[in-house]
């Protein structure tokens, strides 16, 4: 790709065709903390029913162990901002990949189900970490111009790794001749599907020493002449490099007046646009977008699919998820991201309401009759499909630029906070629903799906196009 031959300002100057392959691989070895953020919330997907059967648990306790690593991610979420800011950000990185693997040789081989969930809550820890770090790192390292689509290889790593977990959880499967405790390698099949994540997480943490410390940390530290080096890696050696630490200073000094006093206001305790923020994280959660990535394999069986062939469906609604992504970063810019929400959600709701109708008939020797079967079938991957080509990214875009400058950091915290209280509302209550009424559960994400349309309409304002410093 070729660099712009105009660069009026030290801040709008774009990266050297030969300085833009070394950016996209910093870019791409810091997104494999999101590809280990998609494979470790996805990976259990393939252990569910294996856990449920070797320990004997209902399916509310099930539940817990399942939802808990969420606690692990809220708690990294809320923490890994100071802690990168206090040790940097390559360190933090270094952190959650060595918790990565402490999580999957730990998950792999545990004693009892108790140990099971503190290794999934030390995973969650490093799934938090990684969703907030990976997404700062890229934005500090990666030259103005390409920042967006730099920025997109979290998202698209997320989705990658989701479906990646799938397609070895299906081959395992099927080395293990169709049964999730059949034995592998010495151990029952889901205990390796947990343990393979060590790969990934290995190949994570040796990325991290081959790539450089965020510029915007080096200034904070003082060690100002570094990151003019590395800044002359990334955007090129004719950079005005004083005039570019001046502005990343500024910039630095702006964003330290944001505290969570800042967010009070107004009637209901949080000003307007802190509740806006929430409410699209809350909605893209109450859809049920992580039963699809958590349960779909057990979902699946509950409806007389063959174990092999419902990790092979959970691989494609993968796939799906990853074109539905592709889709929303092409349109994004394109078409707005109100639009790209409004068309996900009339989507989803016509996803979730033919599968609510599906799984409300009898099953017929264990399994929905044929038409509904396929009915169910497509309908979860439309669902899937509208939801990743609009809340999946939109929600992510929305809540990087809605909240005013002096807000936005705090704001933005308090927001992915709802959305992983909202996952974990979600995750933790699915397994008893569906045993009380698959179709009723169904019925439920529709009704939140509904509601989303009004709410984008009435109170979610476009963003496209418009400086973040318009932001009111």
Request: hydrophobic letters at 55%; glycine letters at 10%.
């Amino acid at each position: 790709m070729a660099s712009t031959s105009q660069a009026p300002s030290p801040g709008a100057r774009t990266a050297h065709p030969d300085h833009l392959g070394h950016v996209i691989f910093i870019a791409a070895a810091a997104a494999m903390g999101g590809f280990l953020f998609g494979y470790d919330s996805s990976v259990i997907n393939g252990a569910v029913e294996a856990i449920r059967d070797r320990y004997d648990v209902g399916s509310a306790l099930l539940a817990q162990v399942i939802a808990v690593a969420l606690i692990g991610c809220a708690i990294g979420a809320a923490t890994a901002g100071r802690i990168a800011d206090r040790i940097g950000r390559i360190r933090c990185m270094q952190i959650a990949a060595v918790l990565f693997t402490v999580s999957a040789i730990g998950s792999a081989l545990p004693f009892a189900l108790w140990d099971l969930a503190m290794w999934r809550i030390i995973g969650g820890f490093a799934i938090g970490m990684a969703s907030v770090i990976g997404p700062a790192y890229i934005a500090e390292v990666s030259p103005p111009a390409y920042r967006g689509r730099l920025g997109s290889f979290q998202q698209a790593a997320i989705v990658v790794g989701i479906a990646v977990s799938q397609l070895v959880n299906w081959g395992l499967l099927n080395a293990a001749g169709g049964d999730q405790r059949g034995e592998l390698m010495g151990l029952e099949a889901w205990q390796v599907m947990l343990g393979v994540m060590v790969v990934p997480a290995l190949l994570y943490g040796l990325l991290s020493f081959a790539i450089p410390e965020s510029p915007r940390f080096l200034i904070s530290v003082g060690k100002r002449e570094r990151a003019k080096q590395i800044l002359a890696e990334v955007e090129g050696k004719d950079v005005d490099f004083d005039a570019r630490v001046t502005e990343i200073e500024h910039a630095m000094h702006s964003e330290e007046k944001s505290s969570f006093k800042d967010l009070l206001g107004g009637s209901f305790f949080f000003k307007p646009i802190v509740w806006i923020g929430i409410g699209l994280s809350v909605f893209q959660q109450f859809v049920g977008i992580n039963v699809a990535f958590y349960y779909s394999s057990t979902l699946w069986q509950s409806v007389g699919v063959d174990p092999t062939d419902s990790f092979f469906y959970s691989f494609t609604t993968s796939i799906i998820n990853i074109v539905g992504t592709v889709i929303a970063m092409i349109f994004v810019d394109r078409i707005g991201r109100k639009p790209l929400a409004l068309i996900g959600s009339v989507g989803m709701v016509i996803g979730l309401a033919l599968e609510a109708w599906a799984f409300s008939f009898d099953l017929v020797d264990g399994k929905l009759p044929a038409t509904q079967g396929w009915v169910a079938l497509i309908a979860a991957h439309v669902f899937v499909l509208f939801f990743a080509l609009s809340w999946g990214v939109v929600v992510w875009v929305f809540l990087g630029e809605m909240f005013p400058n002096r807000i936005r950091a705090a704001a933005l915290g308090v927001a992915a906070s709802a959305q992983w209280i909202a996952n974990w509302a979600i995750t933790a209550s699915f397994p008893s629903l569906a045993d009380w009424n698959l179709s009723g559960t169904y019925v439920i994400y529709t009704i939140f799906a509904a509601l989303s349309i009004p709410f984008v309409l009435k109170f979610v304002k476009e963003t496209k196009g418009k400086a973040l410093e318009e932001m009111g």
